[in-house]
């Protein structure tokens, strides 16, 4: 069965999608990442994606203004121009639009570094202390119009130690994430395929 075909959206340094490239090496694996785009000409996941030859493409989104749909306009020229058939948000840090989110629903997947429902939006490791739980960790979802909500594929789960900072916590989720979003992205490319 052929590879289905995955665009990654990445805003900042891409450890995610290291991480998604790395898995994708498998001559099993069910996705094959085509396409990296970022709104951030800057972002490092770019860098990231050009050594391994991936297609790197930035649509800097402040030429557009408040102008979401036309930025994203030219997002889904991108995909259409790669075939993409499913889209893995990591770290994209521009909320999309009912339209867009509608356009690709059960065909794209974010990662979220809370385990949701609880802390949707910033600042999740903050909290996470703050609210004194015991247990933090990351999901992986489908993504719908309402930021951080869409059914959950997948959740990763790590100890809050005695003395966590935000900063100690993010590191111990990050690496359940880097664990996590290839078993994700495979379940999804699955579901995508039909198989
Ligand atoms: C991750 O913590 C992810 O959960 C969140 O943004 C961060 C991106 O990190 N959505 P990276 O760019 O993948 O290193």
């Known amino acids: ?35 990296v785009l970022s709104n951030n000409p800057d972002a490092g996941g770019l860098d990231l994606a050009r050594a391994a030859g991936i297609a790197a493409v930035a649509i800097d989104h402040r030429p557009f203004k408040k102008d979401r749909p036309a930025h994203e306009a030219e997002i889904q020229a991108a995909l259409d121009a790669s075939g993409v058939e499913l889209i893995a948000l990591a770290g994209y840090m521009r909320v999309l639009t009912g339209g867009f989110t509608a356009a690709w629903e059960g065909r794209m997947i974010n990662i979220h570094p809370s385990l949701l429902p609880l802390f949707p939006g910033l600042h999740t490791h903050a909290r996470a202390i703050e609210a004194g ?38 590191g111990r989720v990050l690496e359940a994430e880097h664990r996590l979003y290839p078993e994700c992205l495979a379940k999804a490319a699955m579901i995508v395929r039909g198989a």
């Open 133 to 170: 739980h015991e247990r933090a960790g990351c999901t992986v979802h489908w993504v719908v119009e309402g930021v951080d909500e869409g059914p959950v594929i997948g959740q990763a789960e790590v100890p809050v130690l005695l003395g966590d900072t935000p900063e100690l916590l993010a």
């Open 1 to 35: 069965m052929s590879r289905v075909r995955v665009a990654v959206l990445v805003s900042g340094r891409g450890s995610n999608l290291a991480s998604l490239i790395q898995a994708a090496k498998a001559p099993d694996y069910p996705a094959e990442i085509v396409l």
